[in-house]
């Protein structure tokens, strides 16, 4: 079946450096990938949609300065928690649809100490 | 933007017994609304669907209703086992530029003693 393998699977940064977020698409095209975020105990709060060749679109409250997205290819997105803090610790998780599916990547859990 | 609200948040059961998860949207042109089982740490992983034009669907031990008019659908486990301890959530979605952004409600955490 279609798969999203997400790298990488968990990450330690300093406060203030930057952490980049993988999604690949294995099997199929993603045109679009949607990026959500999880606190512990909370639900998959949508953070972006990324679309392959045009810019991403954030949903309200998402600071697009701090959360770069780039969906460089059909296959690829990224997402980049630029000069990070400790409150940007969560899980984070991509999905792409897939045929009216969602195929879910395995998340990268964030720490920033 | 579409609400999703789910309830219970948290759900104890005994093996064997019935566990019901409800949830609720706000937009009428939402059509799709998957149920999604995530242990600790782990990517959530559909486990049943179902889409506006029906009411009904079952999958086994799983099965999960809609209602359009009242806009709510819930979930229904029948014959709980340990292993259906996780959380569960549910979502509602509609197609936006020939796909489904999803939005998901808060999660319940279901516990089956065994």
């Known amino acids: 079946g279609a798969v999203v393998s997400q790298h990488p699977s968990w990450v330690i940064c300093k406060s203030g450096t930057s952490v980049k977020i993988e999604c690949r698409s294995l099997d199929f095209q993603a045109t679009t990938m949607f990026w959500y975020r999880q606190f512990p105990k909370q639900s998959l709060m949508l953070m972006a949609t990324s679309n392959e060749g045009s810019k991403a679109t954030y949903e309200q409250g998402v600071e697009k300065d701090k959360f770069l997205i780039n969906h460089a290819s059909l296959t690829l997105s990224t997402l980049t928690v630029t000069s990070a803090h400790p409150e940007d610790s969560s899980f984070y998780i991509c999905s792409a649809p897939n045929g009216g599916w969602s195929t879910f990547g395995s998340g990268t859990r964030l720490t920033v100490v | ?114």
């Open chain 2, 1 to 114: 933007g579409e609400n999703v609200e789910q309830h219970p948040s948290t759900l104890s059961v005994q093996e064997g017994d019935s566990a019901v998860i409800k949830c609720t949207y706000s937009d009428s042109a939402s059509n799709y609304f998957p149920w999604y089982k995530q242990e600790l740490g782990k990517r959530p992983q559909l486990i049943i669907d179902i889409r506006s034009n029906v009411g009904e669907k079952k999958d086994q031990r799983i099965a999960v209703t809609l209602n359009k008019t009242a806009k709510h659908f819930s979930l229904h486990i029948t014959e709980t086992q340990p292993e259906d301890s996780a959380v569960y959530f549910c979502a509602a979605s509609k197609e936006e530029n020939n796909f489904n952004k999803f939005y998901f409600g808060s999660g319940t955490k279901l516990n089956v003693k065994p």
